[in-house]
């Protein structure tokens, strides 16, 4: 999840960056800019999920950016971190649409409880009902329900899985854990399955127990290690015959299941699928950071 801190001293987006990077339920990424002008641009361009900005700056004010952005981009959360503290001002920072008012100085821990219950929206936002865009025939893809049900029965009765809006590629997708399935006779391949960090360790802490020390290595410092690695793709291929050849009427198997570090092609390549080929689901677990799958049809 991208946040962007708008503040013309480097001190204060130093000490902000730094009570961010010990957010432990997800992973931030973090970007400074240090005038309103050049935050626009760069909220054109990142397209991050929150703001965090002050209130005086040179040449323009942080109510400014803020009613650039409530009006521009309305379901943009911004937040304000100020040596204001004038009941006045903060209220009316909050019916221009501030999410947040927070005082400086603060506490780093003031920041991240503060955070989470938005972060926690921004997640519940991504839901949607149901698969927008109805699916190509002759596609080895399963139905929602029935995967979610068969993770239930043969994963962990607290699993649930949504349909969430179509997935762009970017930062926040890497480090990530790339399923190829493919007919049992052939081997030909028929579905790949991108699960980004929160949907492996949300898996593979459904089958063994993952140590929370190990789970904060794989999300925070990209190191997903064998013991998960092994945990996720047990989950994948208990549930594997979800995945049905419309033809032969057999199922898929979990031909290989391998982490991905870096950018390539490929991975642009399944992203940019085209919706009637494509599913997009969240995966959760109660108490954990809400995991995110990409489903492609080929």
């Keep these: 999840m991208k946040v962007l801190i708008v503040d013309d001293s480097h001190a204060t ?31 054109e361009l990142w397209q991050p ?42 209220n009316y920072a909050k019916s221009m649409g501030c999410a947040f008012f927070l005082s400086k100085p603060f506490a780093d821990s003031e920041l991240r409880e ?11 936002r991504e839901l949607m009902v149901e698969q927008e865009t109805p699916l190509r025939e002759g596609l080895a893809l ?3 329900d029935f995967l979610e049900r ?8 607290s699993l649930t899985l949504k349909p969430i809006r179509s997935q762009s590629l970017d930062e926040s ?5 790339m399923v190829v399935y493919a ?8 579905v790949i399955c991108v699960l980004d960090v929160y949907a492996t360790c949300v898996l593979a802490s459904s089958v063994e127990v993952i140590p929370e020390e190990e789970a904060q290595k794989a999300i925070h410092m990209n190191q997903i290690n064998e013991s998960i690695m092994n945990a996720c793709k047990e989950a994948l291929a208990k549930t594997a015959y979800a995945f049905l050849d419309n033809q032969s009427k057999m199922s898929l198997f979990v031909r290989s299941c391998k982490c991905v570090n870096s950018l390539h092609p490929k991975l642009e390549m399944l992203y940019n699928y085209p919706l009637d080929s494509r599913i997009d689901l969240c995966c959760e677990r109660e108490g954990m950071a809400q995991g995110k799958m990409l489903i492609v049809g080929v």
């Excluded at 990077?21 to 050049?38: A, G, P």
């Excluded at 972060?119 to 519940?124: H, N």
């Design 13 to 43: 987006c130093e000490i902000i960056r730094r009570a961010l990077q010990q957010f432990t339920y997800r992973k931030l990424f973090i970007s400074c800019e240090n005038s309103v002008d050049d935050a626009l641009e760069r909220i």
């Design 49 to 90: 999920h929150i703001i965090l900005t002050d209130w005086h700056m040179p040449d323009k004010s942080g109510i400014e950016l803020l009613k650039v952005v409530s009006a521009t981009y309305p379901e943009l959360p911004v937040g304000m971190i100020s040596t204001v503290d004038d009941e006045e001002q903060i």
């Design 114 to 124: 503060i955070l989470l219950p938005i972060v926690q929206e921004l997640e519940v």
């Design 142 to 144: 399963p139905k929602t």
């Design 150 to 157: 068969l993770m239930q029965k043969n994963i962990n009765a």
């Design 173 to 177: 997708k890497l480090p990530c854990v």
């Design 183 to 190: 007919e049992r006779g052939s081997q030909k391949v028929r």
